[in-house]
């Protein structure tokens, strides 16, 4: 996994869980969901360059 993919996963998975608990916090659906949906790009982003360094070896 190249590092800038890395952190650019790891990024959005960590903007996601902040927009949630905010969302959550202020009882705001909307945030919460969007918070749901970044860190589900982020895990999404990890799983592809995961499979890219797989079929690399």
Known sequence: MSANEKNQA???????????AAGRATGNERLTAEGRTDQAKGDARQAKEKAKDAFKR
Do not use: D, S
């Not at 790891?10 to 949630?20: D, F, M, P, S, Y």
């Open 10 to 20: 790891r990024t959005e998975q960590a903007k996601g869980k902040v927009k949630e």
